[in-house]
């Protein structure tokens, strides 16, 4: 089957983004055609500082790596390596109904935060369609929020295939329902934009800081506690193994235990789990060439699957051009 998603380098990459996509981006990658990009001119829509760009677009791709993709088995690149992108994107705007993308709550959401209505927030949605159609995936891995987008692919697909033939692939949203909305800090779900965010690759006396000011209720210690309604308890979840689960369950029933506790032990899980990880990402930091040549040679495996696809869709449209 082949998969595809991307990644926005619109700042520092935090657990919802590891729980929500990159793990299971990653583990998909070990049976499948995978193929994961670094989402640079959807970033533009909120990032306007040319050298945050290039910081975060380079902890993306090290991220990715660091994590155990390996780029033998999947193509990782960059979204602005493949410029035929944006020409689909122009012509699948060309069968977008406005009302189809009036429609899309994550354009809503970006306004209601004061971010300002550009073409391009508004276009975004078009833009993510090219990305996954030109590459015919089956799949695109990513969590619950990213729904939306993916069913507006598959209206634009819809479209295109009914009025220029089957050119496209009808890709399909694959979201694990167990890590759907990881929470954050707040309680609420986590996300850069909500400043409420554990970085993966923070340093960790600030990921300690971070843990143990989560927000939790004012139940006293000796009482029994419901850990459904924790968002210390959410995050332990995901690393802990199912032995340890009930263990956590059974003291938050019980009563005796305080918040404190179940929050050291995050922290102790989060280093277990991501340190090698963590580890490896400060040896790519200091190589940044080796991770350039990475992105280079993905980008052109890539481009060559989006160009074959782009000649069957300029000729299902009647669009000529000297190239072709
Ligand atoms: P953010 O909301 O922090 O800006 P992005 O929109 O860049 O994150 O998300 C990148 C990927 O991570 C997407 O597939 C998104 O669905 C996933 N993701 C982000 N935050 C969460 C979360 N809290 N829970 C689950 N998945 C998430
Ligand atoms: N919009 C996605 C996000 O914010 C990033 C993205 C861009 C993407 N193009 C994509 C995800 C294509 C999946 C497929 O997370």
Redesign the pocket.
Known sequence: MRIL?G??P??RL?L??Y???MKPQIELHHEHDCFYFVANYHALTSLTDGDAMREYSLEVAMAFLSLGLDPQKAILFRQSDVPEVTELAWILSCITPMGLLERCVSFKDKIERGLSPNHGLFAYPVLQAADILIYRPHGVP?????KQHVEVTQDIQGKFNHRYGEVFVRPEPLIREE????P?VDGQ?????YDN?IELFGKEKQVRKRIMSMVTDSTPVEDPKDPAKCNVFALLKLFADADERCQWEDRYRSGGMGYGEAKKRLFELFMEHLGPARQRYEQLTANPDEVEAILADGGRRARAVAQATMEDVRKACGIITART
């Open positions: 998603s990644i926005q619109s700042g935090h919802g983004n729980f929500g996509a990513v969590g619950q929020d990213q890590v759907a909305v990881v954050g779900k986590m996300s850069k934009s965010t």
